[in-house]
C-alpha cells in the first residue's frame, strides 16, 4: 500500500459522509478557495460554508488532513452538516500537504489559517474568541497541536494577520496522535517509522543549508528536537482549552494509549479533558459522523456566548 493510499484513507472520515442531495437546497452557503496565506508562490486555502439561517456567531476550523495529506477534493459538507445546522459557521482548511510539505511546515499553515479567521472574524460575522477545532487522525493531532501550541502572533509582523492569536477556545477531535516518541507504549519511536513507517515524508526534516542554499537533512538531536515540538502532549499547559477526542481502543495505526496520554496529562494540568472509547472500533468506522452531534454539543458547552460583567 502506498504512502498516497494510506493518507487518503485517513481522510475518507470525510467521505463516509452522505452527500447533499442533488434536489435539497442546502441549508448554508459555501465560498471556496479562500485564500488564508501564500508560501513559496503558492495560495493556501479554506473553504467558508456558512449557515443561511440562525447563526450562532461561533467558529467551527475543520482540519481537512489525513496522514498530513490535505487536498480539496476531500471537503465534503455532508461531514460537517451538524456543526451547520447548529449554527456553526466551519472553515475547512487545507493546509501544505505532504509528501512536499513537513509536518511543522503544516503546523505553520494552520496557525496561519487561526490568525485569517480571527482577524476576518467581523467579515465572516463570527466572534474571535469562540473558535472550536476539529478533525481526525493527522487532523485531530493538528487540532491538537492549535489547541496546545496556538500561540500570540508577531507585533512586529509587516502582515497584521500574522499580529493575531492564533489560540483557540475549545478542541474535540477523532483518533490524533500525541507523543511520537512513546507511540503505543513508551520509549517506541513513530517518526516516520515504526507503526509509521509509511508516512516517512511528514517527518522528513531539513534545514536550508546558508552555503550550498540546498535543503539536507538535520542531525538527529535537532530531528529529536523537531518532533518533540510537533508532539502535542509536549505543550499541555493549564491554560489550554476544553479538549474532548474520540477514540477506536482496537486502533492499530494510532494506539488508543496516544488518546489515554494527553487525556491523564490534561487533567493534571487541570484542563477539562474527556476521552470517549469507541469499543472494538479500528481506525475510523462507518459511521463516525454521527458522532459529530456529541462533538457539537460539546462546542455548544463550550463556546457559547459568555455573559457580559457589570
Known amino acids: 500500500m502506498t504512502r498516497t493510499t494510506l493518507a487518503w484513507m485517513l481522510t475518507s472520515a470525510a467521505l463516509l459522509a452522505p452527500p447533499l442531495a442533488a434536489a435539497e437546497e442546502p441549508n448554508y452557503t459555501r465560498t471556496e478557495d479562500v485564500v488564508y496565506g501564500r508560501k513559496h508562490g503558492m495560495a493556501l486555502t479554506m473553504d467558508v460554508l456558512a449557515p443561511k439561517a440562525d447563526a450562532n456567531g461561533a467558529a467551527i476550523v475543520w482540519m481537512v488532513s489525513g496522514g498530513w495529506f490535505s487536498a480539496h477534493d476531500a471537503i465534503n459538507p455532508g461531514y460537517?452538516?451538524?456543526?451547520?445546522?447548529?449554527?456553526?459557521?466551519?472553515?475547512?482548511?487545507?493546509?501544505?500537504?505532504?509528501?512536499?510539505?513537513?509536518?511543522?511546515?503544516?503546523?505553520?499553515?494552520?496557525?496561519?489559517?487561526?490568525?485569517?479567521?480571527?482577524?476576518?472574524?467581523?467579515?465572516?460575522?463570527?466572534?474571535?474568541?469562540?473558535?472550536?477545532?476539529?478533525?481526525?487522525?493527522?487532523?485531530?493531532?493538528?487540532?491538537?497541536?492549535?489547541?496546545?501550541?496556538?500561540?500570540?502572533?508577531?507585533?512586529?509582523?509587516?502582515?497584521?494577520?500574522?499580529?493575531?492569536?492564533?489560540?483557540?477556545?475549545?478542541?474535540?477531535?477523532?483518533?490524533?496522535?500525541?507523543?511520537?516518541?512513546?507511540?503505543?507504549?513508551?520509549?517506541?519511536?513513530?517518526?516516520?517509522?515504526?507503526?509509521?513507517?509509511?508516512?516517512?515524508?511528514?517527518?522528513?526534516?531539513?534545514?536550508?543549508?546558508p552555503q550550498d542554499k540546498v535543503f539536507r537533512p538535520v542531525d538527529p538531536a535537532m530531528r529529536d528536537a523537531i518532533g518533540r515540538q510537533v508532539s502535542p502532549i509536549t505543550h499541555v499547559s493549564p491554560d489550554d482549552p476544553p479538549t474532548l477526542i474520540f477514540h477506536g481502543d482496537a486502533d492499530q495505526l494510532v494506539p488508543i494509549q496516544q488518546a489515554e496520554l494527553?487525556?491523564?496529562?490534561?487533567?493534571?494540568?487541570?484542563?477539562?479533558?474527556?476521552?470517549?472509547?469507541?469499543?472494538?472500533?479500528?481506525?475510523?468506522?462507518?459511521?463516525?459522523?454521527?458522532?459529530?452531534?456529541?462533538?457539537?454539543?460539546?462546542?455548544?458547552?463550550?463556546?457559547?456566548?459568555?455573559?457580559?460583567?457589570?
Open 262 to 310: 494527553i487525556v491523564e496529562k490534561f487533567k493534571e494540568a487541570g484542563v477539562e479533558a474527556k476521552l470517549v472509547v469507541k469499543p472494538g472500533a479500528s481506525h475510523g468506522w462507518p459511521d463516525l459522523v454521527k458522532d459529530n452531534a456529541v462533538l457539537a454539543d460539546w462546542f455548544d458547552q463550550h463556546l457559547k456566548v459568555k455573559p457580559k460583567v457589570p
Open 80 to 209: 460537517v452538516a451538524e456543526f451547520l445546522n447548529r449554527g456553526y459557521t466551519v472553515f475547512a482548511v487545507v493546509h501544505g500537504s505532504q509528501p512536499r510539505f513537513t509536518i511543522p511546515e503544516v503546523v505553520e499553515d494552520v496557525n496561519r489559517a487561526v490568525r485569517y479567521i480571527r482577524y476576518h472574524a467581523a467579515d465572516y460575522h463570527v466572534d474571535p474568541d469562540r473558535i472550536g477545532v476539529t478533525g481526525a487522525s493527522a487532523g485531530g493531532h493538528l487540532s491538537l497541536m492549535l489547541g496546545t501550541a496556538g500561540a500570540l502572533g508577531n507585533p512586529f509582523a509587516k502582515d497584521p494577520v500574522d499580529r493575531g492569536s492564533s489560540r483557540v477556545q475549545a478542541v474535540a477531535c477523532f483518533f490524533p496522535p500525541t507523543d511520537f516518541f512513546n507511540y503505543g507504549k513508551p520509549g517506541e519511536r513513530a517518526l516516520g517509522e515504526g507503526i509509521l513507517s509509511g508516512f516517512k515524508a511528514p517527518f522528513d526534516f531539513n534545514a536550508l543549508d
